[in-house]
């Protein structure tokens, strides 16, 4: 095993320790991430298993299961009955980032804890792109009529897939993917954007959660991972 898979193991067999309980892991897709023994989670995924198929030809015969089609910031789940979640490489995806932090934080027991992976951009296919701003989150939280769908793909078309603006390629992509509802990164951060969008939630909401653990991307760790506990 090279040394950087090494260490992404030990992380997990670290990390698998603040998990316990019942809990959900929301878009595992095909990869789930490593439960103790004795914890019962339950998977969830926007799209049945056709239809992520469809969604992801690629992916075909590692497409996992899901227990239940929903959307992550929708969870039918009571209110405090979940000693965990996870959400890895999930965040980005959403169109209302903030709104799935309130949801996930309500659906927490007391002591659960919410895991999470996001992709720093300056490590990915997503390093030309800019990077979102806690203002504009916020106006799209708070004003979800003005979120622009076409905005964000054209963004997505230029600086990942490299097409010209203007040109039939790059309408023709960008109408494709509106069309097929393709779930792209809608946001992109830093570490540091990630940690003051959980200061705010702190500050500014008062929810009554705390980071245990915060580790910044790294030359193996492409993801800034954080472990959030309810009080």
């Known amino acids: 095993m090279e040394r950087a898979a090494l260490l992404r193991w030990l992380?997990?067999?670290?990390?698998?320790?603040?998990?316990?309980?019942?809990?959900?892991?929301?878009?595992?897709?095909?990869?789930?991430?490593?439960?103790?023994?004795?914890?019962?989670?339950?998977?969830?995924?926007?799209?049945?298993?056709?239809?992520?198929?469809?969604?992801?030809?690629?992916?075909?015969?590692?497409?996992?299961?899901?227990?239940?089609?929903?959307?992550?910031?929708?969870?039918?789940?009571?209110?405090?009955?979940?000693?965990?979640?996870?959400?890895?490489?999930?965040?980005?995806?959403?169109?209302?980032?903030?709104?799935?932090?309130?949801?996930?934080?309500?659906?927490?027991?007391?002591?659960?804890?919410?895991?999470?992976?996001?992709?720093?951009?300056?490590?990915?296919?997503?390093?030309?792109?800019?990077?979102t701003p806690l203002a504009h989150l916020l106006e799209e939280y708070e004003h979800p009529e003005r979120f622009d769908a076409r905005h964000h793909y054209e963004d997505w078309v230029e600086h990942v897939g490299g097409r010209i603006r203007g040109t039939p390629a790059f309408d023709q992509e960008v109408q494709d993917l509106i069309r097929r509802d393709y779930s792209i990164h809608f946001h992109v951060w830093t570490d540091n954007d990630i940690r003051d969008m959980i200061d705010f939630t702190r500050k500014e909401w008062n929810l009554s959660w705390s980071p245990v653990l915060f580790w910044p991307a790294h030359f193996y760790r492409k993801e800034t991972t954080v472990v959030l506990r309810r009080m």
């Open 11 to 131: 992380e997990s067999r670290f990390l698998r320790r603040h998990l316990h309980g019942r809990g959900v892991e929301i878009g595992a897709l095909w990869r789930r991430f490593p439960v103790p023994r004795g914890t019962e989670v339950w998977y969830a995924d926007r799209l049945s298993e056709a239809a992520l198929l469809e969604h992801y030809p690629e992916l075909k015969g590692r497409i996992l299961p899901s227990d239940l089609v929903a959307d992550a910031a929708q969870l039918p789940v009571a209110p405090a009955s979940l000693d965990f979640l996870i959400a890895s490489h999930l965040l980005e995806h959403l169109p209302f980032p903030l709104a799935a932090l309130r949801a996930w934080y309500e659906a927490l027991a007391p002591g659960g804890v919410l895991l999470l992976k996001i992709p720093d951009k300056r490590y990915t296919f997503d390093a030309p792109r800019h990077r």
